[in-house]
Nanobody, 117 residues
């Protein structure tokens, strides 16, 4: 079973940008994989940010996430990325990636992003 691994979280100041990474622990992405980014703030439900297909690089974003979030992937680095601009304190969350492969969805452990005001 594929195991996603997120990295890049930390504490940033309001207005900063941050890029998170999603990789496959002990493995690689394959052509039909779809990577999704989610986040979950304290006391709130997990919400989708957007998705990207590994092979074609086709991206889709939740309407509420358009503008400040960009998802992309890099074949050579074998990683998918979530770039976030102009972070407000309300973006403090645990950020997760999941990988859909062969109709199975696998979740990473998440990476904490804290935005201080």
């Amino acid at each position: 079973q594929v195991q996603p691994a997120e990295s890049g979280g930390g504490v940033v100041q309001a207005g900063d940008s941050l890029t998170l990474s999603c990789s496959v622990s002990g493995g690689t992405f394959v052509g039909d994989d779809m990577v999704a980014w989610y986040r979950q703030a304290p006391g709130k439900e997990r919400e989708v940010i957007g998705t990207i297909t590994w092979d074609a690089g086709s991206r889709h974003y939740a309407d509420s996430m358009r503008g400040r979030f960009t998802i992309h992937r890099n074949y050579h680095e074998n990683r998918a990325w979530l770039h976030m601009n102009g972070l407000p304190p309300e973006d403090t969350s645990i950020y997760y990636c999941n990988i859909q492969r062969d109709s199975l969805v696998s979740w990473g452990q998440g990476t904490q992003v804290t935005v201080s005001s």
